[in-house]
């Protein structure tokens, strides 16, 4: 709807904002969707009449109290057009603004109509004969009291229609969707918490309403409550377009926008076969049943039957929201730490331990939950309730890892599986996944007869473990993948095993106190092996350096994923990423991550902030024997925000909609596989660096079955095309020097020095063999200008045969060190110095060819940026928990001006109370050390940018990326 309309008969409109485009004319705040605004009919200087000038409710009331007496104000409700559109406490609301605001000019709201009643009544008496006027005392005083009583029960009622008023807030889905609106346009991560704790206050005023609170808790965190619908989108628009009998096609095209919600809101108010309520009647109890009764249905006529009568229930608005429970996700910004720390500042950090939200929350209301009971029960686990599982933060070198684990460590085989945590109760088991949701029975359901055996002793038991398939002939576990239905048929000489790393309760007894050396003795003592079916993870307990390098690169070696490393004292924490994953492709800042130059073939639509942009790609590599193009993998994460938008214009596409009978003859694609655009031209597409964890086989796609997991865009290879980027025959061989021969040289020479080699040396050499190995040839020369910059690369770097450093490299990096810590110890000559000499090493550095590095790397971040005023204390109050990459000295010289403008760099142990979390990179694998999801994470360049411009600079455009799937 315009924002200027054509007059109609009264001064003022009201109404709901259809499209959120509208602007206050006061706080020059646009009116969201769905939110109530209100016009002053105003003169319209473009035409005939007058024009609707809205405002938010409570801006057009201020601005009422500051105008004239005399301008014209709102007098009453009958100068609203479309009043009787509201509900009754909307119109509550709007009566007693009116009332204050007349209060505020000293005139009575009920003015005129006391004024007609003065009139009529002194009319009336001046007819009265003067008998009547003198009556009797006694009559007066009895009409007196009548009159008291009469009033003493219209307070009765009153109370009772505010209470009655109370009671329809607690039960009513408008409250429920008001309270959703406002976390989400609430930025900060502490006024989303209060902006939770303030409604539950005002409609939960009594003790009475536990059961109240939790069901509105539960809904808040649709993710928690673990129903499921097997309802995806398109499954959505499929039942949708046959309610409202609309073109389904129309509605997917919708969808490419990203927000299923909004798709089915719109078609419901276009709807001329169901109807959109006009007001919301809907209570949180109907929606809880309705959602309670659709988890249990799984046929689409059951399920068309069931929207059939739920649907004419519901405002487009109630719809909407419904929707967002179905897919788990409000789309407000805020999880359990948001929700429960309104509830009670020790819930969250009892809900990690228990994940029982109903008893957390009952715990809480009944004020049996304290500072100190909350310390004790996080050695309480519950039987059957699942226990957020312990983590592990990616290990970059093995001298974090000996720092991690000082007093040694359990370096433990990381298979390629599944997490499973299992809870025996007596004859019950339960089968929790990593995400705590039910594990699949066909995955896990004869383990009950092997873990009797196994635990003869046990009666309850909680294990934390891994499942996967193993060959029963060598006993080596098989491929990822294969746990599938359909998969575990495809190999006859194999069985599902369980692999037990770690047991946390057993008979009645809390085990996460102990120390894992403990753990550790109790599973041997209780444990009886069943080979191919319950067996011991596998483990070597570690205390020397050259030890832990040497178990990598046997691990790599034999081509399994990585390892878990486990301080021998540490306790089971849930929830904490206290462990360590060791993997190749996080050593040498990924040096050692599997990576191939493929070519863009096609690309889907993005969902949420993405939807309606290209941001997922298809990528894939040609084969010269078919002369078609292969796909190996979909890649979502490595480009930030701006390149994603100029990929838009830059990529030449054609759409086809998910269409196979549009699919080109020149590409070679599963049904599975085939996207929303493909490209015009495949030998004119750009060609990208993709890199990954490693390579893997995927029937899903035609590489030969070859696919990268975890990939992520590394680089934009400008300098390639399709003929130079790998082609299929390379690709195989990757695989296999990837599966059968892993170079681990650098780990068994280097790894415990990680200085003695930068990653950089670690890429160039790879890429002069890969070049070297490949069929076309680079020429001679080529080869030699490669080899020589190698040489100059290691003459600077001090890389010798032994993968010793040279004391140049060690004197510079401690002179640098100690000008960087010192607040102004040392002279500016020598600052001088040592910042020369470290722009020479880049400049070395720079002329290196073939090198892997991000977009943002490529500008130096030890440019010196001008410092900024002591006083102007530009960071003060912000602390900031660093990532690895930010720690190294050439970022010091800009970590020292942020904390000398007020800012505080915050230790592993408080990264908890950091206000924002710095990276290198735009996209993050996962969070940093143990902060919270919820905290903001910033690109480093947010600090640069401040301070370059002397003040904080908006956050919203250097939002990092959090993506576990990178």
């Known amino acids: 709807m315009s924002d200027e309309e054509e007059v109609e008969e009264k001064p003022f409109a009201i109404e709901r904002a259809k499209q959120g485009r509208a602007v206050c004319k006061k706080c020059k705040q646009k009116c969201l969707q769905g939110e109530l605004r209100l016009a002053k009919l105003v003169y319209n200087p473009f035409g005939a009449g007058k024009m609707k000038a809205w405002h938010h409710i409570e801006c057009l009331f201020e601005a009422f109290l500051k105008q004239r007496k005399t301008t014209k104000r709102l007098d009453s409700p009958d100068e609203i057009d479309g009043w009787s559109d509201l509900e009754e406490d909307e119109q509550d609301d709007i009566i007693n603004r009116i009332k204050d605001m007349n209060k505020f000019f000293g005139v009575t709201s009920t003015a005129s109509t006391t004024g007609t009643n003065k009139k009529k009544n002194d009319s009336v008496q001046s007819k009265q004969e003067p008998a009547k006027a003198n009556k009797d005392k006694t009559k007066k005083d009895k009409a007196e009291k009548t009159n008291k009583d009469k009033a003493d029960r219209n307070k009765d009622k009153s109370d009772n229609k505010d209470e009655a008023n109370k009671t329809k807030k607690n039960q009513s889905f408008k409250e429920f969707r008001k309270l959703v609106a406002d976390i989400t346009n609430t930025d900060s991560y502490l006024d989303k918490t209060r902006c939770v704790k303030e409604t539950f206050s005002n409609i939960f005023p009594g003790s009475s309403d536990k059961d109240d ?354 301080d021998i004292k540490s306790i089971y924490e849930p929830g904490k990423r206290h462990w360590l994953k060791v993997k190749k492709d996080y050593l040498f800042d990924g040096a050692m991550a599997d990576s191939a130059d493929l070519i863009v073939l096609g690309a889907w639509y993005g969902t949420g902030k993405k939807g309606g942009m290209m941001s997922v790609f298809l990528m894939g590599c040609y084969d010269s024997k078919s002369d078609k193009f292969c796909t190996v993998t979909k890649v979502h994460t490595g480009h930030d925000d701006k390149t994603l938008e100029k990929l838009q214009s830059e990529l030449d596409m054609i759409k086809i909609k998910q269409e196979q009978s549009k699919v080109p003859n020149w590409l070679k694609c599963t049904k599975t596989m085939i996207p929303d655009f493909v490209a015009k031209d495949p030998k004119k597409q750009p060609i990208w660096e993709i890199t990954g964890a490693e390579f893997t086989k995927h029937d899903v796609h035609t590489a030969d079955g070859i696919s990268i997991r975890f990939p992520r865009v590394t680089k934009i290879r400008d300098d390639k095309d399709w003929k130079t980027a790998t082609n299929l025959k390379e690709l195989n061989k990757l695989y296999t020097n990837s599966k059968e021969n892993p170079d681990v040289s650098m780990l068994v020479k280097g790894l415990d020095n990680s200085s003695s080699q930068s990653s950089k040396d670690v890429k160039l050499k790879r890429k002069l063999e890969e070049d070297t190995d490949s069929d076309d040839k680079i020429s001679t020369p080529k080869k030699k200008k490669v080899a020589n910059q190698t040489t100059n690369v290691k003459e600077v770097k001090g890389v010798d045969n032994s993968s010793s450093q040279s004391s140049k490299d060690v004197k510079l990096k401690r002179e640098l060190q100690e000008d960087t810590d010192s607040d102004d110890k040392t002279s500016t000559p020598k600052k001088k110095k040592v910042a020369n000499q470290t722009t020479n090493v880049k400049e070395e550095n720079a002329s290196k060819p073939e090198e892997r590095t991000d977009s943002k790397q490529e500008e130096s971040t030890a440019s010196k940026v001008e410092d900024i005023s002591d006083d102007k204390q530009l960071f003060a109050g912000v602390k900031v928990v660093l990532a690895d990459e930010l720690k190294k000295s050439e970022h010091k010289d800009i970590i020292k001006q942020f904390t000398k403008n007020g800012g505080t760099i915050l230790s592993e142990d408080e990264s908890e109370q950091a206000t924002y979390a710095l990276h290198y990179y735009n996209v993050i694998r996962e969070p940093v050390l143990n902060c919270s999801y919820t905290i903001r994470h910033l690109s480093f360049e947010w600090v640069k940018d401040s301070i370059k411009e002397g003040s904080l600079m908006d956050y919203k455009s250097y939002t990092v990326q959090w993506n576990p799937d990178v």
Request: proline share 4%; with cysteine; charged share 30%.
């Open 213 to 566: 609170i939790i069901l509105w808790c539960r809904l808040l965190l649709p993710g928690v409550v673990k129903r499921v619908y097997n309802l995806q989108s398109k499954q959505l628009i499929k039942l949708f377009s046959r309610l409202f009998n609309t073109d389904q096609d129309d509605m997917l095209n919708h969808l490419e926008k990203g927000d299923i919600g909004e798709t089915i809101q719109e078609f419901f108010e276009d709807s001329t076969k169901i109807k959109p309520a006009k007001k919301c009647t809907l209570t949180v109890v109907e929606v809880d049943k309705f959602l309670d009764q659709l988890s249990e249905l799984t046929k689409e006529e059951d399920q068309v039957d069931h929207f059939k009568t739920f649907v004419p229930k519901c405002t487009s608005n109630d719809l909407k929201m419904v929707i967002r429970l179905i897919k788990g996700d409000l789309r407000m910004g805020a999880g359990a730490k948001h929700i429960l720390e309104a509830i009670h500042e020790n819930a969250y950090e009892n809900y990690q331990t228990s994940r029982d939200l109903d008893a957390v929350i009952m715990k809480c209301l009944s004020g049996t939950i304290t500072t100190s009971s909350t310390k004790s029960m996080k050695g309480n686990v519950i039987l059957l309730t699942p226990v957020l599982p312990m983590l592990a933060e990616s290990c970059k070198s093995v001298e974090q890892a000996m720092k991690k684990c000082p007093n040694g460590m359990y370096s433990e085989i990381k298979y390629d599986g599944e997490r499973v945590q299992i809870h025996k109760c007596g004859p019950e088991f339960k089968y929790f996944s990593r995400s705590l949701k039910p594990v699949l029975p066909h995955k896990v359901q004869h383990f009950k007869e092997y873990i009797t055996k196994a635990f003869p002793k046990a009666d309850d038991i909680i294990l934390d473990s891994e499942i996967l398939m193993v060959d029963t002939t060598t006993g080596k576990p098989l491929p990822f993948g294969t746990l599938g239905k359909h998969k575990k048929t495809e190999f006859k000489d194999a069985s599902v095993c369980l692999f037990v790393f770690d047991c946390i309760f057993f008979n009645g007894e809390s085990l996460i106190k102990r120390p894992l050396s403990e753990r550790k003795q109790f599973l041997q003592d209780n444990m009886i092996e069943i080979p191919n079916h319950i067996m011991f993870s596998e483990l070597e307990e570690i205390h020397k350096k050259e030890d832990l390098s040497k178990m990598i690169a046997k691990v790599l070696k034999m081509g399994l994923e990585g390892l878990v490393l486990k």
